[in-house]
């Protein structure tokens, strides 16, 4: 595949148009294959979340301020 060539963007230039359309053919399946490798890996995770109980996080107490009132001069 020349996707794993990993050609300089001049060296993709001077490419004939066969090899630059076989590039660009070849470097979108590479991509459809990881978008769909991520897809499934996504839906897994999902999956496992849904299957997971549900981690509930600890409520912190609420800590109120302490009213003072200012002497007045």
Avoid: C
């Avoid at 053919?25 to 549900?54: F, H, I, R």
């Amino acid at each position: 595949m020349i996707y794993h060539l990993k050609l300089q963007p001049s060296e993709i230039e001077a490419l004939d148009y066969y090899e630059y359309w076989y590039y660009i053919k070849d470097l979108s399946d590479v991509l459809k294959k990881q978008n769909s490798e991520n897809s499934d890996q996504t839906d897994q995770m999902e999956a496992m979340k849904k299957g997971m109980p549900s981690m509930k996080t600890p409520k912190m107490p609420s800590m109120k301020t302490p009213k003072m009132s200012l002497p007045k001069i």
